[in-house]
């Protein structure tokens, strides 16, 4: 592995709108860690982010590159490369410097990297350009073509002025044969030893790294259980924090969103007070709704009341129905047995006065 963490800190990720150009629109829900990192192999350092396992900022640091304050806890920078504007919020000014001061220290480093890698192109092209002619160039030494930050730094300085001559300097290996075997051999043994150090370096790099990957992997769960300590809406508001100051470099868009936002306050205050008055309203529904319910549930009872009333009065003209027609039955029957009586009575009193008019006719004839 090529690359290894040389700093690291943590922050809110932020890219500029790809739209507008002017919002920032938030990468990563949490702060996040960002390292710089050395890819020895190339010979180049980055900024990486990852939220997980998606890198939200992978940024190649060249020496055109600016790193902006645009508050005290945010900076910003440009990547041509990725079509990109970063920003990141830190918690303190003091991480926000610090980190502004590695960029300029790895810009820097990635400015001399740069001249030193165009001035080995020049070197490395100089002696191949000169042997089609007949004469060979004096062979580089290991720092020359690839060395480490230390070595590389002061090479710049030792190699810019005898880069200018490269036709003198050649000139003492161009006497024999011999002479150029010889120097061609110095310069292999030079690079082999060079590269096998390079070798040594990587694996050491390797290792570390391994090292460190194996240690955040055991911090990981102990991380997880730091950030699910802190609450919801306290991460919000920092983050809401963040954004207010991701975008206090711009006066008026500052003024705009205050003034929106105190229009929204405004018309979350008036709906606010129009909820209130509809929940009196409704809280004065709901007690005329148990007013009407209690009458309703006292009507229900009085009704109940007539009902249980009402067939008792139902059950007693029963009755009175059913004495009446036993009376009735009664009264008819007792008009029977009288037309019976009177029908006898009628006969005996024809039959008495049969019996007076002959004894009548009896007195008479005697």
């Not at 440009?78 to 790895?106: C, I, M, P, W």
């Not at 073509?145 to 190699?159: A, K, L, S, Y």
């Not at 009664?330 to 006898?344: S, V």
């Amino acid at each position: 592995m090529g690359e290894q963490p040389i700093f690291s800190t943590r922050a809110h990720v932020f890219q500029i709108d790809p739209n507008t150009k002017k919002n920032w629109v938030p990468t990563s829900k949490h702060a996040v860690t960002v390292s710089y990192f050395y890819d020895s192999t190339r010979n180049v350092y980055r900024i990486i982010s990852l939220d997980g396992s998606k890198a939200i900022i992978n940024s190649t640091i060249t020496p055109n590159m600016t790193f902006t304050k645009t508050s005290q806890k945010f900076g910003q920078w440009a990547d041509s490369r990725a079509n990109t504007v970063y920003g990141l919020g830190f918690s303190s000014e003091h991480h926000l410097s610090k980190f502004a001061e590695k960029f300029q220290e790895f810009k820097e480093a990635a400015r001399l990297a740069k001249e030193k890698s165009q001035e080995k192109m020049e070197l490395t092209s100089t002696p191949s350009q000169e042997s089609a002619g007949g004469d060979l160039q004096s062979p580089l030494t290991p720092e020359s073509i690839n060395g480490t930050d230390d070595e590389r730094t002061p090479d710049v300085t030792q190699n810019s002025e005898p880069r200018a001559e490269p036709a003198q300097n050649a000139l003492p290996f161009s006497h024999s044969a011999g002479d150029r075997a010889q120097g061609l051999s110095h310069a292999s043994s030079a690079i082999s030893k060079h590269w096998e150090a390079e070798l040594a370096t990587l694996k050491g790099n390797n290792a570390k790294l391994t090292a460190a990957l194996l240690e955040s992997t055991a911090n990981v769960k102990q991380w997880k259980q730091q950030l699910a300590a802190y609450q919801e809406e306290a991460e919000r508001l920092h983050k809401r924090v963040t954004e207010l100051e991701c975008v206090s470099s711009q006066a008026n868009a500052v003024h705009t969103h205050k003034a929106e936002l105190n229009q929204t306050v405004q018309e979350l205050e008036e709906t606010l007070k129009g909820k209130e008055e509809e929940i009196e309203r409704l809280k004065q529904e709901i007690d005329n709704a148990r007013e009407l319910q209690e009458q309703r549930d006292s009507l229900t009872q009085k009704l109940q009341e007539v009902e249980i009333r009402n067939k008792d009065l139902e059950g007693q003209l029963s009755d009175l129905e059913q004495r009446l027609e036993k009376s009735q039955s009664e009264q008819e029957a007792f008009r029977n047995n009288l037309k019976t009586l009177l029908e006898i009575l009628d006969g005996k009193i024809f039959e008495l006065t049969e019996l007076r008019d002959n004894l009548a006719k009896l007195l008479e004839c005697s």
